[in-house]
């Protein structure tokens, strides 16, 4: 099955984008894969903090381990509504999620 | 002048390999690397993470990797230009090329390997408005030499690994005072660290002051004064000779964008048919640096990057001389 996730970029401009739900991705690869200005530096491993975005929607997401917080808490972009979109898979749960990229670290 | 046979920018894992096979051909090289030491990504992002596809070692930590690249080049004594970005590159009327860094350290050589990764590694500062008036003076991103902290009143900023790990070493080895500021209650960095930290702040060896960020600074009877703010909006100043944010550096591609190489998704596109060079005769790029067709951003392929490209580098350096493939059990490893 297909999801559909609602993205505005850094330059503002708002798009939906269709992501797989079979290929055990994460928001971050599936933000690289549109060519989204995200670098996932670490590869996902919620080190980086290159992947942050705001969460604009009502979704029931994966709780914040300790390191994404640690992450989070050490930058200053971050909002109540911040998480790392490599930490949130793919899956049925999140579809019709609205995000929007955080500034460039 | 620093002159050598191969001007190596990016001390990386790739970076650090390139000099073992180019010393098998008798080549020497220097490296330049923005950090103050050598391991590039494994160094800055990963060095206490296991790595599982590097062929023979079924898992090896990153810093232990980059620990045995650095025991397996020792015999080619490469030099090292370490905490300087590679800034600017010219060509002299021998065709040589000068790359000079941002400190004003000029190399010279025949060829290039560009080995840089996702790039130079630059400092995450903190949204502050009048920094860059202190940045000379009192601000320090990166610790290059320790020595100069020594006997100074010193505020850290930052939750990671670095910024712990540098608080401890100055509490233990020598600095007056040290703070230690960090935006919420619990760190990044590794348990062990953490625990030390807590246990200084308890000996009074650490102020620690956790909830709390720099919102201001300014100069206060020669020194940095910090205008420090918790979460609940209580301030304080703390004066201090030096300010060390330590947030982390993130990868840029920095001045090597301007060189006339092509690049694509910032990334330098080069030749993997034949031997990784790049639109600029005598400069290779090879690493995460590069792209092409199938690239993938692993160890393994900078490695096999590496020992084409220094073939071929080889051919520009001596285009007279023929080179055959020895293998080093055959011949050993002869260093100089
Ligand atoms: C969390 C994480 C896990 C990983 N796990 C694996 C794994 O399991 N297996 C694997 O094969 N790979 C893994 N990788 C990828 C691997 O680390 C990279 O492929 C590897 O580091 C690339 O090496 P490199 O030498 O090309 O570049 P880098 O390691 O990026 O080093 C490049 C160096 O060049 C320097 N530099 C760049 N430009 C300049 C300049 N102008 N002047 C001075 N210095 C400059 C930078 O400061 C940097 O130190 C992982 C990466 C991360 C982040
Ligand atoms: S990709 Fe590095 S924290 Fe998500």
């Known amino acids: 099955m297909d999801i559909s996730i609602t993205v505005t970029n850094?330059?503002?401009?708002?798009?939906k984008i269709i992501a797989p739900t079979d290929m055990n991705l994460n928001l971050m690869e599936i933000l690289k894969v549109y060519e989204y200005p995200i670098e996932g530096t670490c590869g996902g491993m919620a080190l980086c903090a290159s992947c942050h975005i705001f969460i604009n929607s009502k979704h029931d997401l994966p709780a914040i381990s300790l390191s994404e917080k640690a992450i989070l808490d050490d930058n200053w972009d971050t909002q109540p509504n911040s998480r790392l979109a490599c930490q949130i898979p793919i899956s049925k749960k999140i579809d019709l999620i609205n995000i929007r990229l955080a500034p460039e670290i | 002048m620093i002159q050598t046979d191969i001007i190596i920018i990016g001390a990386g894992p790739v970076g650090l390999f390139t000099v073992f096979e180019a010393g098998l051909l008798k080549l020497k090289c220097h490296l330049i690397d923005a950090l103050p030491i050598p391991g590039g990504q494994c160094a800055e992002i990963y060095p206490k993470k296991p790595i599982y596809d590097i062929p023979g070692y079924p898992s090896i930590q990153a810093a232990d990797l980059i620990k045995k690249l650095m025991e397996q080049i020792?015999?080619?004594?490469?030099?090292?230009?370490?905490?300087?970005t590679a800034y600017s590159l010219e060509k002299d009327q021998e065709e040589q090329f000068i790359v000079t860094t941002s400190e004003g350290t000029s190399h010279r050589a025949p060829v290039i390997a560009i080995a840089g990764g996702l790039g130079v590694f630059t400092p995450r500062k903190p949204?502050?408005?009048?920094?860059?008036?202190?940045?000379k003076k009192y601000i320090h991103y990166i610790v290059k030499e320790p020595e100069i902290f020594a006997n100074k009143n010193i505020v850290i900023s930052g939750g990671g690994d670095s910024a712990l790990d540098w608080a401890l070493y100055f509490a233990e080895n020598f600095a007056s005072s040290v703070h230690l500021i960090h935006?919420?209650?619990?760190?990044?960095?590794?348990?062990?660290?953490?625990?030390k930290a807590m246990n200084f702040a308890k000996l009074g060896k650490i102020?620690?002051?956790?909830n709390s960020e720099v919102q201001e600074i300014k100069e206060k009877k020669g020194a940095l004064s910090l205008n420090v703010i918790s979460k609940n909006k209580k301030t304080q100043s703390i004066a201090c000779d030096n300010w060390l944010p330590l947030f982390g550096l993130s990868p840029k591609i920095g001045p090597i964008g301007n060189w006339g190489l092509e690049i694509e998704k910032n990334a330098i596109k080069v030749d993997?048919?034949?031997d990784y060079s790049t639109n600029i005769e005598g400069i290779y790029a090879i690493g995460d640096v590069n792209t092409y067709n199938g690239k993938l951003k692993l160890i393994l392929c900078g490695f096999h990057e590496a020992a084409i490209m220094v073939q071929s580098a080889f051919k520009k350096i001596y285009p007279n001389k023929n080179n055959v493939l020895k293998y080093t059990t055959v011949t050993g490893i002869k260093g100089f």
Do not use: C, M, W, Y
């Open chain 2, 272 to 274: 993997n048919a034949t």
């Open chain 2, 74 to 84: 020792k015999p080619f004594n490469p030099g090292f230009t370490l905490g300087e």
């Open chain 2, 127 to 135: 949204p502050i408005e009048n920094l860059n008036e202190f940045e």
């Open chain 1, 10 to 15: 850094r330059d503002n401009k708002t798009k």
């Open chain 2, 207 to 210: 102020k620690i002051i956790l």
């Open chain 2, 183 to 195: 935006r919420s209650e619990n760190f990044r960095a590794h348990n062990d660290s953490v625990q």
